[in-house]
Protein backbone atom coordinates (compact mmCIF):
# COMPACT_ATOMS: atom_id res chain seq x y z
CA UNK A 1 0.00 0.00 0.00
CA UNK A 2 1.86 3.53 -1.18
CA UNK A 3 -1.25 5.81 0.63
CA UNK A 4 -0.50 6.13 4.00
CA UNK A 5 -3.55 5.73 5.92
CA UNK A 6 -5.03 6.59 9.35
CA UNK A 7 -6.61 3.95 11.23
CA UNK A 8 -9.90 5.02 13.27
CA UNK A 9 -11.38 2.38 16.23
CA UNK A 10 -14.61 3.46 17.03
CA UNK A 11 -15.04 3.41 21.17
CA UNK A 12 -17.64 5.17 21.56
CA UNK A 13 -20.80 2.63 22.54
CA UNK A 14 -22.33 2.70 25.36
CA UNK A 15 -21.81 -1.64 25.62
CA UNK A 16 -25.15 -1.50 27.63
CA UNK A 17 -25.33 -5.37 26.06
CA UNK A 18 -21.52 -6.32 27.94
CA UNK A 19 -22.04 -4.79 30.73
CA UNK A 20 -18.58 -3.23 30.82
CA UNK A 21 -16.73 -1.13 28.20
CA UNK A 22 -15.75 -3.53 25.35
CA UNK A 23 -12.53 -1.31 24.49
CA UNK A 24 -11.31 -2.49 27.97
CA UNK A 25 -11.90 -6.46 26.82
CA UNK A 26 -8.98 -8.61 26.61
CA UNK A 27 -7.56 -11.09 24.01
CA UNK A 28 -3.78 -12.42 25.12
CA UNK A 29 -3.30 -10.03 27.40
CA UNK A 30 -4.37 -6.93 25.14
CA UNK A 31 -7.56 -4.95 25.17
CA UNK A 32 -9.27 -5.09 21.85
CA UNK A 33 -8.40 -1.81 21.04
CA UNK A 34 -4.45 -2.56 21.08
CA UNK A 35 -4.95 -6.11 19.39
CA UNK A 36 -6.92 -4.24 16.49
CA UNK A 37 -4.05 -1.60 16.31
CA UNK A 38 -1.56 -3.96 16.50
CA UNK A 39 -3.09 -5.75 13.13
CA UNK A 40 -2.65 -2.98 11.14
CA UNK A 41 1.19 -2.29 11.24
CA UNK A 42 1.56 -0.30 7.89
CA UNK A 43 -1.33 2.64 9.38
CA UNK A 44 0.47 6.00 9.49
CA UNK A 45 -1.93 7.00 11.82
CA UNK A 46 -3.80 5.47 14.60
CA UNK A 47 -6.73 6.93 15.96
CA UNK A 48 -9.67 6.09 18.79
CA UNK A 49 -12.85 7.91 18.81
CA UNK A 50 -14.67 8.39 22.13
CA UNK A 51 -18.51 9.74 22.42
CA UNK A 52 -17.88 11.45 25.96
CA UNK A 53 -14.83 10.85 27.99
CA UNK A 54 -11.74 9.45 26.52
CA UNK A 55 -10.41 5.82 27.74
CA UNK A 56 -7.19 4.46 27.25
CA UNK A 57 -6.15 4.20 23.58
CA UNK A 58 -3.06 2.30 22.39
CA UNK A 59 0.51 3.43 22.69
CA UNK A 60 0.85 5.85 20.31
CA UNK A 61 -2.54 6.26 19.51
CA UNK A 62 -4.61 9.79 19.46
CA UNK A 63 -7.51 10.04 21.12
CA UNK A 64 -10.66 11.63 19.17
CA UNK A 65 -13.95 13.27 20.64
CA UNK A 66 -17.35 13.20 18.80
CA UNK A 67 -18.18 16.37 17.76
CA UNK A 68 -21.98 14.98 17.98
CA UNK A 69 -22.22 13.22 21.52
CA UNK A 70 -24.59 10.38 21.52
CA UNK A 71 -25.35 10.60 17.70
CA UNK A 72 -24.19 6.82 17.27
CA UNK A 73 -21.29 5.67 14.98
CA UNK A 74 -21.92 8.63 12.12
CA UNK A 75 -20.40 10.92 14.81
CA UNK A 76 -17.56 9.14 15.90
CA UNK A 77 -16.92 8.96 11.97
CA UNK A 78 -17.45 12.18 10.96
CA UNK A 79 -14.80 13.58 14.28
CA UNK A 80 -12.47 10.62 13.04
CA UNK A 81 -12.32 11.90 9.61
CA UNK A 82 -11.92 15.55 10.60
CA UNK A 83 -9.06 14.89 12.94
CA UNK A 84 -7.22 12.32 10.43
CA UNK A 85 -3.82 13.52 9.03
CA UNK A 86 -4.52 11.37 6.05
CA UNK A 87 -7.03 11.26 3.39
CA UNK A 88 -7.66 7.71 3.31
CA UNK A 89 -8.91 6.21 6.67
CA UNK A 90 -9.82 2.94 7.60
CA UNK A 91 -12.63 2.27 9.81
CA UNK A 92 -13.86 -0.31 12.64
CA UNK A 93 -15.03 -0.80 15.62
CA UNK A 94 -13.46 -1.68 19.18
CA UNK A 95 -15.73 -5.19 19.36
CA UNK A 96 -14.83 -6.27 15.90
CA UNK A 97 -11.01 -7.43 17.57
CA UNK A 98 -10.05 -10.00 14.46
CA UNK A 99 -10.35 -7.24 11.78
CA UNK A 100 -6.35 -7.16 10.55
CA UNK A 101 -5.04 -5.39 7.48
CA UNK A 102 -4.74 -7.75 5.11
CA UNK A 103 -8.31 -7.83 4.98
CA UNK A 104 -8.72 -4.17 4.83
CA UNK A 105 -5.82 -3.82 1.69
CA UNK A 106 -7.76 -6.82 0.46
CA UNK A 107 -11.05 -4.49 0.70
CA UNK A 108 -8.93 -1.28 -0.73
CA UNK A 109 -8.89 -2.77 -4.29
CA UNK A 110 -12.23 -2.75 -4.37
CA UNK A 111 -12.36 1.34 -3.87
CA UNK A 112 -13.62 3.18 -6.52
CA UNK A 113 -11.30 5.75 -8.24
CA UNK A 114 -13.32 8.73 -7.33
CA UNK A 115 -15.46 7.03 -4.53
CA UNK A 116 -15.51 8.35 -0.96
CA UNK A 117 -16.09 4.96 0.36
CA UNK A 118 -16.44 1.20 0.02
CA UNK A 119 -17.40 -1.07 2.87
CA UNK A 120 -17.67 -4.56 3.57
CA UNK A 121 -20.86 -6.66 3.45
CA UNK A 122 -21.53 -10.29 4.86
CA UNK A 123 -22.35 -13.59 2.74
CA UNK A 124 -26.24 -13.31 4.34
CA UNK A 125 -26.31 -9.89 2.77
CA UNK A 126 -25.48 -7.44 6.13
CA UNK A 127 -23.42 -4.40 5.32
CA UNK A 128 -21.09 -3.54 7.75
CA UNK A 129 -20.28 0.75 7.60
CA UNK A 130 -17.59 0.12 10.54
CA UNK A 131 -14.98 -2.34 8.36
CA UNK A 132 -14.39 0.28 5.73
CA UNK A 133 -12.16 1.93 3.94
CA UNK A 134 -13.23 6.61 3.83
CA UNK A 135 -12.12 9.25 2.33
CA UNK A 136 -11.68 12.72 3.94
CA UNK A 137 -14.08 13.95 1.66
CA UNK A 138 -17.34 12.09 2.81
CA UNK A 139 -16.89 14.35 6.57
CA UNK A 140 -18.97 16.77 5.18
CA UNK A 141 -21.78 15.03 4.00
CA UNK A 142 -21.82 13.79 7.60
CA UNK A 143 -21.43 16.74 9.25
CA UNK A 144 -24.50 17.67 7.42
CA UNK A 145 -26.49 14.40 8.40
CA UNK A 146 -25.55 14.92 11.50
CA UNK A 147 -27.02 18.59 11.71
CA UNK A 148 -29.94 17.71 10.26
CA UNK A 149 -30.54 15.17 13.18
CA UNK A 150 -30.13 12.13 10.85
CA UNK A 151 -27.46 9.29 12.52
CA UNK A 152 -28.49 6.43 10.44
CA UNK A 153 -24.82 5.02 8.48
CA UNK A 154 -26.93 3.76 5.45
CA UNK A 155 -28.34 6.92 5.05
CA UNK A 156 -24.81 8.08 5.11
CA UNK A 157 -23.46 5.10 2.37
CA UNK A 158 -26.04 6.23 0.24
CA UNK A 159 -25.29 9.98 0.02
CA UNK A 160 -21.95 9.22 -0.38
CA UNK A 161 -22.88 6.42 -2.98
CA UNK A 162 -20.36 4.05 -1.26
CA UNK A 163 -18.95 0.91 -3.03
CA UNK A 164 -20.39 -2.79 -1.05
CA UNK A 165 -17.78 -5.44 -1.44
CA UNK A 166 -19.13 -9.33 -0.16
CA UNK A 167 -16.79 -10.30 2.01
CA UNK A 168 -15.57 -14.16 1.48
CA UNK A 169 -16.62 -16.87 3.82
CA UNK A 170 -13.45 -17.39 4.97
CA UNK A 171 -12.95 -14.36 5.84
CA UNK A 172 -16.37 -13.99 8.16
CA UNK A 173 -14.59 -13.91 11.39
CA UNK A 174 -13.05 -10.76 10.45
CA UNK A 175 -16.32 -9.07 10.87
CA UNK A 176 -17.36 -10.79 13.54
CA UNK A 177 -18.96 -8.51 16.71
CA UNK A 178 -18.70 -8.95 20.70
CA UNK A 179 -21.73 -7.57 22.24
CA UNK A 180 -22.58 -9.68 25.05
CA UNK A 181 -20.58 -11.68 27.65
CA UNK A 182 -22.11 -14.73 25.85
CA UNK A 183 -20.23 -13.90 22.42
CA UNK A 184 -16.90 -13.03 24.29
CA UNK A 185 -16.77 -16.46 25.82
CA UNK A 186 -17.55 -18.00 22.08
CA UNK A 187 -14.60 -15.46 20.62
CA UNK A 188 -11.89 -16.82 23.77
CA UNK A 189 -12.90 -20.69 22.78
CA UNK A 190 -13.18 -20.16 19.17
CA UNK A 191 -9.45 -18.55 19.22
CA UNK A 192 -7.78 -21.74 21.86
CA UNK A 193 -9.70 -23.75 19.68
CA UNK A 194 -7.41 -22.31 16.91
CA UNK A 195 -4.18 -22.64 19.11
CA UNK A 196 -4.34 -19.37 20.70
CA UNK A 197 -3.61 -18.28 23.90
CA UNK A 198 -7.03 -16.13 24.36
CA UNK A 199 -6.23 -15.43 28.82
CA UNK A 200 -9.28 -13.39 28.87
CA UNK A 201 -11.97 -13.77 31.77
CA UNK A 202 -15.28 -12.04 32.12
Not at 64 to 75: H, Q, S
Not at 91 to 98: E, F, Q, Y
Not at 153 to 168: C, D, K, N, Q, T
Request: with cysteine.
Amino acid sequence: MKEPYTLLILAGGQSRRMGEDKAKLKIGGVTFTERIAGAFPDAAEVLVSFSGEAGEVPAGAKTVTDRYPGAGPLAGIQSGLAAAANDLIFVTACDMPLMDEAFAKKLLAAMPEEGLAVVSREEGGRVHPLAGWYRRGAEPTARRLLEQGERRMMRFLEAIGSAVVPAAPEEAGKLRNVNDPGEYRALLELLQGAGEDPAGEI
